[in-house]
């Protein structure tokens, strides 16, 4: 049974940094590729951040390009967002996200849609304060 497990949020002042974990269990977690998304009150799920199986190709939204990291260790299958310079806005629910990247003609693919993911979390909650 494939788990996905967030945790990491919390409450953080304007440009403080938070690091969210997502341990992810009854897989082979190599070949799938992991992503990062997030939800505001009263807005759609939006994508935050993917990274490829391999770990050699990433994506960020442009909301965080340069704020946010995402990275992924293979020896306890846990992927990572290192998030940077917090602001009000990235205020939301914090969900990751895994699928095996198939039917596509480069696997090693950063998968960029919540419909492209399989398996989800439950989320954790960021509240950045002004």
């Known amino acids: 049974q494939v788990q996905v497990v967030e945790s990491g949020g919390g409450l953080v002042q304007a440009g403080g940094s938070l690091r969210l974990s997502c341990a992810a269990s009854g897989l082979t977690f190599s070949s799938y590729a992991m992503g990062w998304f997030r939800q505001a009150p009263g807005l759609e799920r939006e994508f935050v951040s993917g990274?490829?199986?391999?770990?050699?190709?990433?994506h960020y939204a442009d909301s965080v390009k340069g704020r946010f990291t995402i990275s992924r260790d293979g020896a306890t299958n846990t992927a990572y967002l290192q998030m940077n310079s917090l602001k009000p806005d990235d205020t939301a629910l914090y969900y990751c996200?895994?699928?095996?990247?198939?039917?596509?003609?480069?696997?090693?693919?950063?998968?960029?849609?919540?419909?492209?993911?399989?398996?989800w979390g439950q989320g954790t909650q960021v509240t950045v304060s002004s």
């Open positions: 990274i490829s199986w391999s770990g050699g190709n990433t």
């Open positions: 996200a895994a699928t095996i990247p198939l039917g596509y003609s480069d696997y090693d693919v950063v998968l960029t849609r919540s419909d492209e993911y399989d398996y």
